[in-house]
């Protein structure tokens, strides 16, 4: 009986506790290394664009270091998003090479929503240009057809949500 009033006691106290905070996202190291080779043969005019790695919420870049055997510029669009140009102005004759090496910490991202739809929102600012994402364009088109298709996906999986029905369509899409 003892045992028995220690352990329903342990469990209501269990019970009762306060949830645990979400642990700390995991994070991950990589050695990044990207080479690009142009050979020079047949080159009337060369043009090199390189994707360049940089610091955000989910990143952290160091000890970045480019080596190009041509002057190069670096680029940063409107999204944050860094290019490296190369744009030689003669006609090259030899091989133009592109070394970019750096160390990069990787943080997963966790959204709680994407298994528990009871768990609350994020509390991210709202990306500015979502309906643009969310937008057709000539890679993405959004008819009638489309929006119908997804609809009976969605009815069919009983989704209420923004998230439930995401994953419907998901699950959908991978399964067919």
């Known amino acids: ?80 998003n860094q290019m490296l140009h190369i744009k030689p102005a003669a006609v090259p004759t030899a091989p133009l090479t592109v070394t970019l090496t750096a160390l990069v910490t990787r943080r997963e991202h966790l959204n709680l929503r994407a298994t528990d739809d009871h768990a609350p929102a994020e509390t991210e600012a709202r990306d500015p240009n979502l309906s643009r994402w969310l937008a057709p364009d000539r890679l993405v088109p959004l008819d009638f057809k489309i929006k119908a298709q997804a609809q009976e996906v969605v009815d069919k999986a009983g989704a209420k949500t923004d998230l439930q029905k995401a994953r419907a369509i998901y699950e959908h899409v991978v399964s067919t």
């Open 1 to 80: 009986m003892r045992n028995l009033l220690l352990a329903a006691t342990a469990l209501a106290l269990t019970a009762a506790a306060p949830a645990t905070t979400p642990a700390a996202p995991h994070s991950r190291i990589f050695h990044l290394l990207c080479r690009a080779t142009v050979p020079a043969a047949g080159t009337k005019t060369l043009e090199l664009w390189m994707p360049v790695p940089h610091t955000d919420k989910s990143q952290d870049i160091q000890d970045l270091k480019i080596e190009a055997s041509a002057p190069y510029t670096l680029a940063t669009d409107q999204y944050g």
